[in-house]
């Protein structure tokens, strides 16, 4: 692809506007975000918060450690972190500076402070208000759509900023539709290693930090310990999904080190990258192979999760899963069309897994994802596909991709109102 092509630039921004650090569960961390905006708006530490989230924020807030809190997890306690401690000008790293004083400030500010939470039926599948009061005085944040995406903002009755919002609207971002599955390739194997060196050289230095850490240290199931114990030592596959599982461990269980995330996750981030780096630095690869093996990976995860959305039922760590095995696919020596077959047959085996929140199992949905996209790979490789017509796949990679989007956006939607029931039940 020749730099003039204005796929280039696109491609390049969608990178820096995607692979950004985040410190925690990122739908925790954007109510963090919108706490610290409400309370810098409002002048003063408030007598009272409430907290209005869609669904699949409060399915993904649950049961996760705040990073950050000295062990606390959920809405309430990523909100007092916000209004004690945030820094709101650190957008996803809003709560990466925060004291041992102020710990202890934010469990006496959940004891003498009520902090609500309420459900928000907006019609919009991300979408977060928060109201804080102080006497009689108020203010008002929302973010919509994506984990940064402040559309409203008002203080005392004044509104201060008020933009349009609708579904899955991210307008503010690069156009997503000029990905195709031809030009990723294209991209990967002709872009200027100097125009990605900076954000996957940022990306490979903390994800791998986080996956050493949950990897030397206890955190939640300790899936990736499980596996690294219960492999040969030699096997390069097993290090692979080893590390990537240890970074969600960590990552689930409050670990304060940040991680460059992919689609709004963390976990998608670590997934799409842990995996390749590993296995390429198994292999020896050179840093150049290594780079290129990334912008595959990367983009192919973003081109999957555009058609599906930040969040729905459909567990994200298969689309990165299956970009993991399609870079694993190149590092390997593998080609355009070991690729494409890769990932399609990766998304046969696993499609559908559900997405039941940010918690401890996330890690072992990653192994498996990973699982998938080797298999997809090493069935291509002996001659073995699955092919259009079997299930829901079609007949060529972006059909299929569409197929799966479908899925996810909108065959699942139902399925998704079930888990939260079920999980508000537990």
């Known amino acids: 692809m020749e730099k003039s092509n204005k796929k280039y630039a696109a491609y390049l921004q969608i990178l820096e ?5 985040a410190m925690g569960c990122t739908e925790p961390i954007a109510i963090a975000y919108g706490a610290a905006k409400g309370r810098e708006l409002l002048g003063a530490l408030p007598d009272e918060v409430l907290v209005e989230a869609s669904g699949n924020i409060i399915k993904n807030v649950k049961s996760v450690v705040v990073p950050n ?3 606390l997890h959920g809405i309430e306690a990523a909100a007092a972190a916000g209004v004690v401690a945030g820094q709101a000008d650190l957008l996803l790293e809003v709560i990466s500076q925060v004291t041992k004083q102020q710990q202890e400030e934010m469990r006496a500010y959940l004891k003498e402070h009520p902090v609500r939470v309420g459900f928000l039926d907006s ?7 928060i109201t804080l009061r102080k006497g009689e005085d108020e203010a008002k944040v929302r973010i919509a759509n994506y984990h940064t995406n402040i559309v409203h903002m008002e203080r005392g009755g004044q509104v201060v900023l008020d933009l349009p919002v609708e579904a899955d609207d991210e307008s503010g971002l690069t156009d997503r539709t000029l990905l195709t599955m031809a030009d990723i390739w294209d991209f990967a194997q002709t872009v200027d290693i100097d125009d990605v060196r900076g954000v996957l050289s940022r990306q490979i230095q903390c994800n791998t930090a986080i996956s050493q850490e949950g990897l030397a240290h206890s955190y939640g199931a300790n899936i990736g310990q499980v596996i690294r114990t219960s492999s040969r030592p030699d096997d390069p596959i097993a290090k692979a999904k080893a590390a990537a599982a240890a970074g969600s461990d960590a990552r ?23 995996p390749v780096i590993v296995y390429g630095r198994e292999l020896g690869a050179s840093e150049e192979k290594l780079y290129r093996a990334l912008v ?4 192919i995860t973003i081109h999957q999760k555009t058609r599906i959305g930040r969040l729905s039922a459909y567990c994200g760590a298969v689309s990165a899963g299956a970009a993991a095995g399609a870079g694993i696919a190149y590092l390997d020596g593998g080609g355009y069309e070991e690729v494409i077959h890769t990932v399609v047959n990766a998304l046969a085996i696993v499609s559908g897994m559900i997405c039941d929140g940010a ?11 990973i699982d998938a996209g080797v298999l997809g790979y090493r069935m291509y490789q ?10 829901i796949l079609s007949h060529g990679v972006e059909k299929t991709l569409d197929n799966v989007g479908r899925l996810g956006k909108i065959g699942m939607r139902s399925t998704d109102k079930e888990i939260l029931q079920i999980m508000l039940q537990t």
Not at 123 to 129: A, E, K
Not at 296 to 299: C, E, G, I, K, T
């Open 69 to 71: 809190t000295g062990g």
């Open 123 to 129: 019609g919009l599948v991300f979408d977060i208000q």
């Open 252 to 274: 689930m269980g409050g670990c304060e080190l940040p991680v460059i995330i992919n689609s709004g996750s963390g976990n998608q981030g670590i997934t799409a990258s842990v």
């Open 17 to 21: 506007e995607e692979l950004v650090p």
């Open 382 to 391: 002996q001659g073995q596909q699955f092919y259009g017509g079997d299930g």
């Open 296 to 299: 595959l990976s990367n983009l």
């Open 359 to 369: 918690k401890a199992s996330c890690a072992g949905k990653i192994a498996a994802a």
